[in-house]
């Protein structure tokens, strides 16, 4: 998404920014962090899928697509970061040239990722509400239509903000991505906890339960609760962007200052948590992680011994 002002030219000019040293080295630090292991950790999650038999399921390839869309924002984004925060902080330099192509990939990557959890989350419900019919349909066409909506959206935007003249308010075109995914995310969230709270009913009304409905209960909340963490955890990463840059219709805090490098820094940090979230609660990622990781030790040791 993109995270300036809808008028940023009037706010940059060269040479006219500048952080306080501390903020600055500390800012350099959290994001050289975030860069380092959201790599690793989104690289970890495509290999697992790719390589595992029991991840490659039409489900997972969604967070597969989802995590090369966190690894623009790890291998690209935050060393664009990381430079101009070097630039600001001891040159007094705003980076206008490095600014703009971070905003053009950030507003790629930002809006790809809240699409594609509006993907997941229809996925999820459809898991949850009509599990026969749910691997048929990714199979045949679903997961197809997910994965090219899942980009052509967050292609569309940093294309339509090139395009437009500069007197057309660009930031809200991410904006705009960004409130339907939201929307989208929000509505079928709320369709799977109805669905779990009539099937909790249902439950508790059959006597004997048999093993089969006390398992199946069991997973659907599990599902549940796993998207309910990655949504509060997307949600408390990029609503204080989203707060600070459009509440007012204008932008709340200095383009380029410590306080919008922090909620930038904030936001960014989202593209590396996925891979906490499906290590803590997915046992087949959690397995997965761990066979690649003893692989990766065996060869090394292999290479070093040599």
């Known amino acids: ?7 940023p030219s009037t706010n940059l000019s060269q040479g006219g920014c500048s952080l306080p040293v501390a903020h600055g080295v500390a800012l350099i630090t959290a994001n050289t962090s975030v860069g380092v292991f959201g790599t690793f950790g989104n690289l970890l999650v495509c290999v697992a899928v790719v390589t595992n038999s029991r991840l490659r399921r039409a489900s997972n390839y969604l ?3 989802l995590a090369i869309a966190d690894l623009i924002v790890t291998m690209i984004c935050e060393p664009l970061v990381v430079v101009i925060l070097g630039k600001i902080t001891f040159s007094n330099d705003c980076a206008t040239n490095l600014e703009h192509a971070y905003k053009m990939l950030s507003s790629l990557s930002g809006s790809a990722s809240v699409v594609h959890m509006a993907a997941i989350s229809v996925d999820r419900f459809l898991v949850v509400r009509l599990p026969l019919c749910h691997e048929i349909f990714m199979e045949k066409f679903g997961l197809k239509i997910m994965l090219i909506a899942s980009w052509a959206f967050p292609v569309t935007v940093p294309i339509l903000s090139a395009v437009l003249p500069d007197s ?4 809200f075109l991410g904006l705009a991505t960004f409130a339907l995914s939201y929307a989208i ?3 079928f969230y709320a ?3 109805a669905f779990l709270i009539k099937l909790r009913k249902e439950r508790n009304q059959q006597t004997p339960r048999t093993l089969s409905v006390q398992i ?4 659907e909340i599990h599902v549940a609760f796993t998207l309910a ?12 962007l989203v707060i600070a840059l459009f509440a007012a219709g204008k932008s709340l805090v200095k ?3 410590a306080a919008h490098m922090w909620i930038r820094t904030v936001a960014l940090s989202n593209s590396a948590m996925n891979f906490l979230i499906y290590s803590l609660r997915i046992a087949d990622f959690r397995q997965a992680y761990g066979a690649i990781c003893r692989k990766m030790c065996s060869l090394a040791g292999k290479k070093y011994r040599r």
Do not use: D
Request: aromatic share 16%.
């Open 255 to 257: 383009p380029q200052g």
């Open 63 to 65: 967070l597969f697509s």
């Open 229 to 240: 963490i990655v949504i509060g955890v997307f949600t408390l990463c990029w609503f204080p």
């Open 216 to 219: 199946n209960y069991r997973v």
């Open 185 to 187: 995310i929000m509505v």
């Open 1 to 7: 998404m993109n995270q300036t002002s809808s008028n």
């Open 168 to 171: 057309f308010p660009k930031a």
């Open 191 to 193: 369709l799977i906890v």
